[in-house]
């Protein structure tokens, strides 16, 4: 073969001859059959040999020159057709490539589209209090780092946010960071979400479909509410951490994925385990480095920027000049519990916006407001005043007429009350008439 390789002619061997002389295997069985001679013409495409064809004959002397040159133009045309069906093979092969590639990134434009016009277009995180000092320093830490990192905190106090914080100050901020959210699916379609499935691996998978894991390959795969996974599910994903490879619902081969994960839950993990929700082996896999958020609550200072700083954003959007808040207002928000915590300050300032007329903001309802650190009251036990049952009466028959007062669809007659006593107990107790007013409940 080597002979032929170089010089790019066929060879002739004395089978007899040879094996005699060298014993070499590759010639024991024509040997034993009784060949005497084989002609050996190379397969090649252009100058690349990719085999040999060769002919054999029982008889000495059966390769004249012209039978030669007869079977090596055969050989000649065996080698253009193999090259071409190898050639075709390739060419098919790349397509499939290119095919995947060009579902790959129909997906992450998709994924990418739906992030733009989400709520993370915004990443700017407020918080100059201690609390967030410590998490921006953890965050500096390990964003550079490829550890998995776990995000423990009540509902909004910005999980997400600090999320994309960490990607984007990491190595793989230029791939995606592809959030998956746990509680969000049923069990049975999370699996198909998190790993991909063939067409036709199950009732309804109509296309083959590229799972969160493959998406988020080079980049961050975000678990939000990972408390919220199915127990079955759990043993899946920390197999896939574990061996960096997963495999699709229906798929025959594995497939290697280079992630770092961030994880988040609003739950003590701890104690899900114990209750035998959550699995331990994947808990420690996952609390690599742990960063808690502080509730809005503890860290009061904080909410004046904050609610400025979605003030400024609300008004941007909906062009209106609003630009303070007066400090009445402010020391009020300072008083509240905030069981929303930061998504609950931005969903009321998003309403005192819209609902605001002038340039500042001097009314906020917030639910059960005087309930805070200073009253003591637990929520359960507190009782409302009669001025505040009257107040809130008064805000709900308000809200029901739009903001009108009198007229025969206004407030008063809706109340029963001439018009100057209802402006009277408005007065009283500092209600705002020239608006509808609202009053806003915990998300
Ligand atoms: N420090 C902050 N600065 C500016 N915006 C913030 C901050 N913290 C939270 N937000 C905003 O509050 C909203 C809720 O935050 P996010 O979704 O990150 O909370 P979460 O803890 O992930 O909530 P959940 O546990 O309910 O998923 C988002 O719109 C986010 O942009």
Redesign the pocket.
Known sequence: MNTIIETGKPVLVDVVKRYESTGLKILKVPYEEGMKEIASFGLFNGTEAFGSINFFSDRTDSFSPYNLSVIGTISNLVSIAVSNILANERIEQQLAEIDNYKKQLEEENLYLQGELTG?FA?T????TGNE?QKVFHLLTQVSYANSAVLLL?E???????IARAIHNNSPRKEKLMVKVNCAGLPANLIESELFGHERGSFTGAVERRIGKFELANKGTLFL??IGEMPLDLQVKLLRAIQEKEIGRIGGKMPIKVDIRIIA?T?RDLPKEIVAGNFRSDLYYRLNVFPIT?PPLRNRTGDIPD?AL?FLSKYARNIGKKVHSISNRVLAEMKRYSWPGN??EL?HLMERSVLLTEGNVIREIYLPNHEMNGTTGFPAESYTKTIDENERDHIIARLNKCDGKVYGSFGAASLLGVPVSTLNSKMRKLRIGKEKPVFIVRPV
Do not use: F
């Open positions: 709520k915004q700017e995180i407020i918080g967030m905190g509902t909004g106090t910005g999980k997400e946010l939000d509410e988040a609003n958020l904050l700083h930061v998504r931005e």
